[in-house]
């Protein structure tokens, strides 16, 4: 039996992810205001309570402030989440990551703002699938808008593994889609379904598409052969987005499905259900975990296919 767990998390809340000053301050401040290092602590309990296979992560930024007259302050969301789950007696480690949009700029207070987008997926280190092969890969086709007289492109990406264990073979695919420009994200649905996903291998896709049930993006995936998961064991509308930019929001705000597990080729689905979205799950001093809630699937590999 292969359980996997698709966990939509990051540091700074998009909206405050910028490229010029005002935005880097912004950045600091939401990384403040909405306290990562004890928002990890929840995100790693409800990962524990599931003890998955793998962990595919969206938006797990690393923002880095350097301060001349003091050093380097790191946030690194990866390494405080593996490090958390460490301590609940869980050890991880990064099996593919794919680097996205990286941005450096000064702040208000004569410091520099380092930020970088990733999309990983972490592996429990004693599991019984073994890595065979992994790539990383930015998409072709990206978002490009006009800051300050120059063109920045906000560069999105996807990686995968191929695990075995014994004679079963298959790939786990993680991405985040582009959400302010519907052809760009279809032309990145339409790279994995032709690149990574295109395989006769047993696949799994893990990932915040950034696209409702029957939207355009959605369809490009369920024509091309894959299953939607929820579909078939979710329990309620599995609605994963979106709480309050300040995560204090007093009743849950999901009111929309945007993340995802798909799958083709010789899966069985078990079990499926949200991680992260009850008042239990909320930190001590209020915050939800994240502004989407994760989502948790259980699957097991009934035959295998050869790509020869």
């Known amino acids: 039996m ?10 700074v809340n998009r909206s405050n992810t910028g490229t010029n000053s005002p935005a ?15 928002r990890v602590k929840a995100i790693a309990r409800g990962i524990a309570k599931e003890k998955p296979d793998f962990i595919g992560l969206q938006e797990a930024e690393l923002l880095q402030l350097m301060i001349p007259t003091f050093g380097i302050v790191t946030f690194d969301f990866i390494e405080l989440l593996i490090g958390e789950l460490e301590k609940l007696g869980l050890k991880y480690k990064i099996g593919a990551k794919n680097d996205n949009l990286s941005v450096e700029l000064p702040d208000s207070n004569g410091n520099l703002v380092q930020y970088l987008d990733r999309d990983a997926i972490l592996i429990r280190k004693d599991s019984k699938w073994k890595i065979i092969s992994k790539h990383e890969e930015n998409f072709q086709t990206n978002l490009t808008l006009p800051v300050g007289g120059q063109a920045i492109t906000v560069l999105r990406g996807w990686s995968s593994l191929e695990v ?56 490009l995936f ?63 001093t209020g915050l939800w975990p994240s502004d989407h809630a994760g989502l948790f699937s259980r699957l097991s590999l009934k035959y295998n296919h050869d790509d020869n």
Not at 2 to 11: M, Q, V, W
């Open 222 to 284: 369920v024509n091309a052969g894959l299953n939607d998961r929820w579909n078939f064991f979710g329990i309620g509308q599995g609605f994963t987005g979106h709480q309050a930019p300040n995560l204090l929001n007093s009743v849950s705000l999901l009111n929309e499905r945007v993340d995802y597990i798909y799958y083709k080729n010789g899966w069985n689905p078990l079990t499926a259900h949200l991680i992260g979205n009850s008042q239990s799950d909320r930190t001590k």
């Open 164 to 219: 075995k264990k014994g004679e079963k073979v298959f790939k786990l695919i993680n991405t985040h889609l582009e959400p302010n420009d519907e052809a760009v994200r279809n032309a990145q649905a339409t790279e994995i379904l032709q690149g990574p996903a295109n395989t006769q291998l047993p696949v799994i896709i893990s990932g915040d598409m950034n696209a409702v049930p029957n939207s355009t993006t959605y369809n």
């Open 2 to 11: 292969e359980s996997l767990f698709g966990s939509r998390s990051h540091a």
């Open 24 to 38: 880097c301050n912004r950045s600091l401040s939401a990384i403040s205001a909405t306290d990562i290092t004890t």
